[in-house]
């Protein structure tokens, strides 16, 4: 069968440019660089527009949240306060003032702890921080490694176990999850530490990274160390079991996309060993849909965390965001909105970068 | 009589967002007369389906025009095609991509029996007049192979009864031994209704068994063109010879074509 | 002499996919839960709502599956509960996908500014994760099952918009859909005709894959005080009351496992249908020649 | 030139779920020529050529016997095919953009299975790779190293792959359909390269195509096969010019420089 069918812009692909020689474009690879920071930039500006527009949406008057009852009766204080927040002023200037403040890191007062929203979150993010990260060393060792097994053990048994493995990995709910493996763990077992990041009668290292882990390396302190580790080890569980269940679900389908192309083929062709054919081949060429899908999951690590930390009393960002929310303390919600907003657009932006590198078409147009 | 198609000077640049732009047809000029049958030869990304896809309204002229029939083709984007121009069909390369695989034949050729009723053959005796079974035609586009999916189209496009028929590479997705066979069924159901051919491939030995004249591009350009047989044996041009000499015959010599390299 | 191999494949047997095990599984579960929801009142051994004096009582032959804090029997609170998260889970997989996909195949068939403004949209809902996005919402219009949906709704009808996109443009470039443009139709008989039919597969097996996604998304904020409000018997309420008296594990497992099991299910048939519809599958078929 | 070093397929049966696609295939692929396998789509004219390369569709039941230097590749276990995969029999695909790996250089593809086949150090490996390129006739040869396929035309491409098929020097090369995908000016520097290496090397070089022009100019003898079977086949001339088996008549008169020209224009 000759030429398989060509898309119908075959002219586009193939079009011969009259001569002279095509002008090599500027640097491709600081176009392609320019282009996905832009578009990261925009996203972050969009971000502080949805997390603006949604403070200004609140059905309930922030004033009284913020004063009190009693202070809100009085109209003098309650001026006094609007003035101060600028809460009179047009919605364009309110959104100057709020891009101004955040400038300055300055993202509010939080209803509840009465403290600027930023200390909350600077006590809160390394917790789920530590968390997350250590959920997605486990996850992507443990998912795409069981995911490319399955698709090289394709309609075998081995693939069978992984698919209905991961499915049930992403069907349950975290949060039931969460209580599951607390109550056997914990409650039952007693295997494990249930709640909290350190037991209550250790000193928590002095904060260097904010990991309790890493900061009593740090410093030497081997038990709280361990301490903290197993207390990491029943929500990271729990975080793993989801994330894994996901990973090892698309790494699966890239693996198998890839051993379709004719590629493989050629590389079996050449003799070449198995295992060469597998990472230097098959690896290579699914590397990419494997990366994105791993920037996505930190997306998904972190609605987890908001259910396991409080299931787990972890004082991570999940649990700050929960109060927050049933509290109706908006400022705080935004805050934890924006920065999680930002963290997983940088993810994306930096998963783009490594696209470039990886891929050489990126590289060199 | 009607089935003129015109290009003059016709410009087609393609811009890709941040690439330069690329000039696929560059003062491209010529015509095919009514009832004529003009082959469109050269090799892959010289610009010829660019051609065909200017001439079907798909994409902008950058310069100069094409006309049918007298009726400038601009294109219609979004808007329905221009009633005058509904006598300018076209049958496409992928076999596997021509029929609309959730529909039956017989439905898909009532579309286009559509446009003019009254003169459109029935559908029985489209399959016919494309060596089709008639019972075939409650079949979907799946249950047939690559070469009857492509009878099928052919038979599709002269149900709306054209007065100029286009094939952009309509053989190149066959078996080498049912290229020439659709390649004549489509200038013979042309012929047959007075319609005129635009045929367009890389295949230049099919060309010369069914046009009569023969346009050459390159690059963009049109390098060559007359009739047929002058061409094959008086090419004028360097890039012909080179394009003609290129082409091994079936003559069981083992003669290798002596192409020098570009 | 006829070289045409006039040999026509099989009629289209069910694909392998639909037939799997794991599929049927699928279904019976699914059915199942359907049928709960259909019949519900008639299954209830109590009244949901109903308290009584004999609080956190483990599971027993009045209570099979024992009662939670207030004395309410599980069994019922469960099968209530199906009745609540599946039909709104229902209306919501609808709603998002008939949003979304519309919003996906206009910017497909548009293009332009259209196509950048829906897409750059459909960016910034997925820079923020689901949850916590929906809890900036729902936290913002105020906890209530309506402003629930609505969270979910801005949360997930970008993935449809995505896929439908990129099967509209996928499509909108294939020869038939072009033949049929030249016959003089107008874009929306394409539409109708040509693109959606093609399309509509494998958009069904998304919804059928975001289901479960659907479920555990309601679920999840009304476990975060942000969906449901007590004392409706919704699944994620009854998980967070067992978190409060944990001992009594029978509290939170029932409805746990009445939403793993529902989604699974629907990950099941998703899986299949995806696998039947999926468009790679069909070209691998359609232009297997060689 | 002994028959020992050609290919010798007898009897060659192929059973995939129940559906028998190889019906007894039986041809010689003397060294240092050209054996042209023709016929339409379905033939399994390609799947021969897999078969001899060991890389059937999985799950698929073979027969009779494939002799390759006195021993029966069927024979073999995966891991002795393996071994000869690459360094004595080779392959070439249809469409270089697909078989070569779009992410790894020409010179890390050219030099992998090298590198273990002949067990040569890094800059013995590239040595060969700068050799290969010049044989298949590719410009700057150092340079082409460090790039990558899509920094490539569709003609030098398909060269390229002809050099790593031939690197660590093979006896048997199978090219299923080399010149397709490629233009005619193009194609015709390709089947110069086929022939040329095959009457330098002394390769067994099995040609499959369903294109009978390109397998006149380029095969010695044709193999012509239907329906899984082989129904004729003899030297280039006499299969062309005089074809015995009504189907192979078919296909010869089918090819547009043998049938009569349509009287005129219009009737």
């Given at each position: 069968m000759?030429?398989?069918?060509?898309?119908?812009?075959?002219?586009?692909?193939?079009?011969?440019?009259?001569?002279?020689?095509?002008?090599?474009?500027?640097?491709?690879?600081l176009?392609?660089?320019?282009?996905?920071?832009?578009?990261?930039?925009?996203?972050?500006?969009?971000?502080?527009?949805?997390?603006?527009?949604?403070?200004?949406?609140?059905?309930?008057?922030?004033?009284?949240?913020?004063?009190?009852?009693?202070?809100?009766?009085?109209?003098?204080?309650?001026?006094?306060?609007?003035?101060?927040?600028?809460?009179?002023?047009?919605?364009?200037?309110?959104?100057?003032?709020?891009?101004?403040?955040?400038?300055?890191?300055?993202?509010?007062?939080?209803?509840?702890?009465?403290?600027?929203?930023?200390?909350?979150?600077?006590?809160?993010?390394?917790?789920?921080?530590?968390?997350?990260?250590?959920?997605?060393?486990?996850?992507?060792?443990?998912?795409?490694?069981?995911g490319?097994?399955?698709?090289?053990?394709h309609?075998?048994?081995?693939?069978?176990?992984?698919?209905?493995?991961?499915?049930?990995?992403?069907?349950?709910?975290?949060?039931?999850?969460?209580?599951?493996?607390?109550?056997?763990?914990?409650?039952?077992?007693?295997?494990?530490?249930?709640?909290?990041?350190?037991?209550t009668?250790?000193?928590?290292?002095?904060?260097?990274?904010?990991?309790?882990?890493?900061?009593?390396l740090?410093?030497?302190?081997?038990?709280?160390?361990?301490?903290?580790?197993?207390?990491?080890?029943?929500?990271?569980?729990?975080?793993?079991?989801?994330?894994?269940?996901?990973?090892?679900?698309?790494?699966?389908?890239?693996?198998?996309?890839?051993?379709?192309?004719?590629?493989?083929?050629?590389?079996?062709?050449?003799?070449?060993?198995?295992?060469?054919?597998?990472?230097?081949?098959?690896?290579?060429?699914?590397?990419?849909?494997?990366?994105?899908?791993?920037?996505?999951?930190?997306?998904?690590?972190l609605?987890?965390?908001?259910l396991?930390?409080?299931?787990?009393?972890?004082?991570?960002?999940?649990?700050?965001?929960?109060?927050?929310?049933?509290?109706?303390?908006?400022?705080?919600?935004?805050?934890?909105?924006?920065?999680?907003?930002?963290?997983y657009?940088?993810?994306?932006?930096?998963?783009?970068?490594?696209?470039?590198?990886?891929?050489?078409?990126?590289?060199?147009? | 009589?009607?089935g003129?198609?015109?290009?003059?000077?016709?410009?087609?640049?393609?811009?890709?967002?941040?690439?330069?732009?690329?000039?696929?047809?560059?003062?491209a000029?010529?015509?095919?007369?009514?009832?004529?049958?003009?082959?469109?030869?050269?090799?892959?990304?010289?610009?010829?389906s660019?051609?065909?896809?200017?001439?079907?309204?798909?994409?902008?002229?950058?310069?100069?025009?094409?006309?049918?029939?007298?009726?400038?083709?601009?294109?219609?984007?979004?808007?329905?095609?221009?009633?005058?121009?509904?006598?300018l069909?076209?049958?496409?390369?992928?076999?596997?991509?021509s029929?609309?695989?959730?529909?039956?034949?017989?439905?898909?050729?009532?579309?286009?029996?559509a446009?003019?009723?009254a003169?459109?053959?029935?559908?029985?005796?489209?399959?016919?007049?494309?060596?089709?079974?008639?019972?075939?035609?409650?079949?979907?586009?799946?249950?047939?192979?690559?070469?009857?999916?492509?009878?099928?189209?052919?038979?599709?496009?002269?149900?709306?009864?054209?007065?100029?028929?286009?094939?952009?590479?309509?053989?190149a997705?066959?078996?080498?031994?049912?290229?020439?066979?659709?390649?004549?069924?489509?200038?013979?159901?042309a012929?047959?209704?007075?319609?005129?051919?635009?045929?367009?491939?890389?295949?230049?030995?099919?060309?010369?068994?069914?046009?009569?004249?023969?346009v050459v591009?390159?690059?963009?350009?049109?390098?060559?063109?007359?009739?047929?047989?002058?061409?094959?044996?008086?090419?004028?041009?360097?890039?012909?010879?080179?394009?003609?000499?290129?082409?091994?015959?079936?003559?069981?010599?083992?003669?290798?074509?002596?192409?020098?390299?570009? | 002499?006829?070289?045409?191999?006039?040999?026509?494949?099989?009629?289209?047997?069910?694909?392998?996919?639909?037939?799997?095990?794991?599929?049927?599984?699928?279904?019976?579960?699914?059915?199942?839960?359907?049928?709960?929801?259909?019949?519900g009142?008639?299954?209830?051994?109590?009244?949901?709502?109903?308290?009584?004096?004999?609080?956190?009582?483990?599971?027993?032959?009045?209570?099979?599956?024992?009662?939670?804090?207030?004395?309410?029997?599980?069994?019922?609170?469960?099968?209530?509960?199906?009745?609540?998260?599946?039909?709104?889970?229902?209306?919501?997989?609808?709603?998002?996908?008939?949003?979304g996909?519309?919003?996906?195949?206009?910017?497909?068939?548009?293009?332009?500014?259209?196509?950048?403004?829906?897409?750059?949209?459909?960016?910034?809902?997925?820079?923020?994760?689901?949850?916590?996005?929906?809890?900036?919402?729902?936290?913002?219009?105020?906890?209530s099952?309506?402003?629930a949906?609505?969270?979910?709704?801005?949360?997930?009808?970008?993935?449809?918009?995505?896929?439908?996109?990129?099967?509209?443009?996928?499509?909108?470039?294939?020869?038939?859909?072009?033949?049929?443009?030249?016959?003089?139709?107008?874009?929306?008989?394409?539409?109708?005709?040509?693109?959606?039919?093609?399309?509509?597969?494998?958009?069904?097996?998304?919804?059928?894959?975001?289901?479960?996604?659907?479920?555990?998304?309601?679920?999840?904020?009304?476990?975060?005080?942000?969906?449901?409000?007590?004392?409706?018997?919704?699944?994620?309420?009854?998980?967070?009351?067992?978190?409060?008296?944990?001992?009594?594990?029978?509290?939170?497992?029932?409805?746990?496992?009445?939403?793993?099991?529902?989604?699974?299910?629907?990950?099941?048939?998703?899986?299949?249908l995806?696998?039947?519809?999926?468009?790679?599958?069909?070209?691998?078929?359609?232009?297997?020649?060689? | 030139?002994?028959?020992?070093?050609?290919?010798?397929?007898?009897?060659?049966?192929l059973?995939?779920?129940?559906?028998?696609?190889?019906?007894?295939?039986?041809?010689?692929?003397?060294?240092?020529?050209?054996?042209?396998?023709?016929?339409?789509?379905?033939?399994?004219?390609?799947?021969?050529?897999?078969?001899?390369?060991?890389?059937?569709?999985?799950?698929?039941?073979?027969?009779?016997?494939?002799?390759?230097?006195?021993?029966?590749?069927?024979?073999?276990?995966?891991?002795?095919?393996?071994?000869?995969?690459?360094?004595?029999?080779?392959?070439?695909?249809?469409?270089?953009?697909?078989?070569?790996?779009?992410?790894?250089?020409?010179g890390?593809?050219?030099?992998?299975?090298?590198?273990?086949?002949?067990?040569?150090?890094?800059?013995?490996?590239?040595?060969?790779?700068?050799?290969?390129?010049?044989?298949?006739?590719?410009?700057?040869?150092?340079?082409?190293?460090?790039?990558?396929?899509?920094?490539f035309?569709?003609?030098?491409?398909?060269?390229?792959?002809?050099?790593?098929?031939?690197?660590?020097?093979?006896?048997?090369?199978?090219?299923d359909?080399?010149?397709?995908?490629?233009?005619?000016?193009?194609?015709?520097g390709?089947?110069?390269?086929?022939?040329?290496?095959?009457?330098?090397?002394?390769?067994?070089?099995?040609?499959?195509?369903?294109?009978?022009?390109?397998?006149?100019?380029?095969?010695?003898?044709?193999?012509?096969?239907?329906?899984?079977?082989?129904?004729?086949?003899?030297?280039?001339?006499?299969?062309i010019?005089?074809p015995?088996?009504?189907?192979?008549?078919?296909?010869?008169?089918?090819?547009?420089?043998?049938?009569?020209?349509?009287?005129?224009g219009?009737?």
């Amino acid at each position: 069968m000759p030429r398989s069918g060509e898309p119908l812009t075959a002219e586009v692909a193939g079009a011969a440019t009259v001569p002279p020689a095509p002008r090599r474009g500027r640097h491709p690879l600081l176009r392609y660089v320019s282009i996905r920071l832009g578009i990261s930039v925009l996203l972050v500006w969009g971000v502080t527009l949805v997390t603006f527009v949604m403070t200004n949406l609140v059905p309930a008057d922030p004033v009284t949240a913020v004063l009190g009852d009693a202070a809100a009766a009085d109209p003098e204080v309650v001026a006094q306060f609007r003035r101060e927040l600028g809460l009179d002023r047009s919605l364009p200037e309110q959104y100057l003032l709020y891009l101004q403040r955040l400038l300055h890191l300055d993202l509010g007062t939080s209803a509840q702890t009465r403290r600027p929203v930023l200390d909350d979150l600077r006590e809160a993010v390394p917790a789920t921080a530590e968390l997350a990260l250590f959920v997605l060393l486990v996850s992507v060792v443990v998912g795409v490694g069981i995911g490319v097994f399955a698709a090289l053990r394709h309609r075998r048994f081995a693939d069978d176990v992984v698919r209905v493995v991961s499915l049930v990995g992403i069907s349950a709910p975290t949060f039931w999850l969460a209580l599951v493996v607390f109550y056997v763990g914990f409650y039952r077992l007693g295997w494990f530490p249930g709640s909290g990041r350190l037991d209550t009668q250790l000193v928590p290292p002095p904060q260097v990274t904010g990991f309790m882990t890493v900061d009593s390396l740090l410093a030497g302190q081997t038990a709280t160390f361990v301490n903290a580790l197993a207390h990491l080890l029943l929500p990271g569980l729990v975080l793993t079991l989801y994330t894994v269940g996901l990973l090892a679900r698309f790494s699966r389908s890239a693996v198998l996309d890839v051993l379709n192309q004719e590629y493989v083929t050629a590389a079996r062709a050449k003799g070449l060993p198995g295992r060469v054919v597998t990472f230097r081949y098959v690896l290579r060429g699914a590397l990419l849909p494997i990366l994105t899908v791993v920037g996505l999951s930190f997306g998904s690590l972190l609605s987890g965390a908001v259910l396991t930390e409080t299931v787990f009393v972890w004082h991570g960002l999940g649990q700050y965001a929960y109060q927050a929310a049933t509290r109706l303390d908006l400022q705080a919600v935004m805050g934890v909105g924006l920065v999680v907003g930002v963290t997983y657009i940088t993810i994306n932006f930096v998963v783009d970068l490594l696209y470039a590198v990886i891929d050489p078409r990126v590289r060199r147009q | 009589m009607a089935g003129e198609l015109v290009f003059d000077e016709v410009t087609v640049r393609y811009g890709r967002p941040g690439r330069p732009t690329v000039t696929a047809v560059d003062r491209a000029s010529f015509r095919v007369r009514p009832g004529e049958v003009v082959g469109l030869v050269g090799e892959s990304g010289c610009g010829k389906s660019t051609l065909a896809k200017l001439a079907c309204g798909l994409v902008p002229a950058a310069g100069g025009r094409a006309t049918f029939d007298g009726t400038p083709i601009t294109p219609y984007g979004l808007r329905k095609r221009p009633a005058q121009l509904l006598r300018l069909q076209m049958v496409f390369q992928n076999p596997y991509a021509s029929l609309n695989p959730r529909r039956r034949v017989a439905a898909q050729l009532q579309d286009a029996r559509a446009i003019h009723p009254a003169t459109a053959p029935s559908v029985d005796d489209l399959l016919r007049s494309v060596g089709l079974d008639p019972a075939l035609r409650t079949r979907y586009p799946h249950q047939f192979s690559g070469g009857q999916r492509q009878r099928i189209a052919i038979a599709r496009a002269m149900a709306t009864g054209p007065d100029l028929l286009i094939g952009d590479e309509p053989i190149a997705s066959l078996d080498a031994s049912l290229q020439a066979q659709v390649a004549t069924l489509m200038r013979d159901v042309a012929l047959a209704s007075d319609t005129s051919l635009l045929f367009i491939s890389h295949d230049l030995s099919v060309v010369r068994l069914i046009a009569d004249r023969v346009v050459v591009m390159q690059a963009g350009r049109v390098v060559e063109e007359g009739p047929t047989e002058q061409v094959w044996s008086a090419p004028q041009e360097a890039y012909t010879q080179r394009l003609l000499a290129a082409i091994p015959l079936a003559d069981g010599l083992g003669t290798i074509p002596d192409v020098a390299p570009a | 002499m006829t070289l045409v191999s006039t040999t026509t494949r099989p009629r289209r047997r069910v694909p392998e996919a639909l037939r799997s095990p794991l599929t049927v599984v699928g279904v019976v579960v699914a059915a199942g839960w359907l049928l709960v929801v259909v019949l519900g009142p008639l299954l209830q051994p109590a009244d949901p709502l109903a308290q009584s004096p004999d609080r956190l009582a483990p599971l027993s032959a009045a209570h099979w599956f024992g009662t939670d804090s207030l004395g309410r029997d599980v069994l019922s609170r469960v099968i209530a509960g199906a009745r609540i998260s599946i039909p709104l889970s229902l209306l919501l997989v609808a709603l998002s996908a008939s949003v979304g996909s519309l919003l996906g195949a206009v910017a497909g068939l548009l293009g332009g500014v259209v196509d950048e403004v829906v897409m750059r949209l459909a960016d910034l809902v997925l820079a923020f994760p689901t949850i916590i996005l929906a809890m900036v919402v729902a936290a913002a219009l105020g906890p209530s099952l309506t402003n629930a949906v609505i969270a979910m709704l801005v949360v997930t009808w970008p993935q449809y918009a995505r896929v439908t996109r990129s099967l509209v443009l996928g499509a909108r470039d294939r020869e038939f859909v072009v033949a049929g443009r030249l016959l003089g139709i107008g874009w929306f008989t394409s539409l109708r005709r040509d693109v959606v039919p093609n399309v509509a597969g494998p958009v069904f097996a998304l919804t059928t894959l975001d289901f479960g996604n659907a479920i555990l998304l309601l679920s999840g904020l009304s476990f975060l005080g942000l969906g449901t409000v007590p004392p409706t018997p919704e699944w994620g309420l009854m998980v967070s009351d067992g978190v409060q008296n944990f001992t009594a594990w029978w509290v939170a497992a029932f409805p746990g496992l009445a939403i793993c099991s529902i989604v699974l299910a629907f990950n099941f048939i998703g899986d299949a249908l995806r696998d039947a519809l999926d468009p790679r599958m069909q070209k691998a078929v359609g232009s297997r020649a060689l | 030139m002994s028959d020992a070093d050609g290919l010798r397929i007898s009897g060659l049966t192929l059973e995939l779920r129940g559906q028998r696609i190889l019906d007894g295939v039986d041809l010689v692929a003397p060294a240092g020529q050209v054996t042209g396998l023709a016929g339409e789509s379905g033939s399994g004219k390609t799947l021969t050529g897999m078969t001899v390369l060991g890389l059937p569709p999985a799950g698929s039941v073979l027969g009779g016997s494939i002799e390759f230097r006195g021993t029966d590749l069927l024979t073999l276990s995966a891991r002795q095919h393996n071994a000869l995969r690459g360094e004595e029999l080779a392959m070439v695909f249809q469409d270089p953009t697909a078989s070569l790996h779009p992410m790894i250089s020409i010179g890390g593809q050219l030099t992998d299975h090298v590198r273990h086949h002949l067990h040569l150090g890094r800059a013995q490996a590239r040595a060969r790779a700068l050799e290969v390129l010049e044989q298949v006739r590719v410009p700057d040869p150092a340079q082409a190293l460090r790039k990558y396929p899509h920094e490539f035309s569709g003609g030098q491409l398909q060269r390229i792959a002809i050099g790593i098929a031939i690197a660590c020097r093979p006896s048997v090369l199978v090219a299923d359909e080399p010149t397709t995908a490629l233009d005619v000016t193009v194609q015709a520097g390709v089947m110069r390269l086929l022939r040329d290496l095959c009457d330098e090397l002394g390769l067994t070089v099995l040609l499959i195509t369903h294109d009978l022009a390109v397998m006149s100019a380029l095969a010695d003898t044709i193999v012509v096969m239907r329906h899984g079977r082989v129904v004729e086949h003899g030297p280039r001339y006499d299969v062309i010019r005089d074809p015995q088996h009504p189907y192979t008549r078919d296909l010869v008169e089918a090819l547009p420089d043998h049938r009569p020209r349509p009287t005129g224009g219009r009737p």
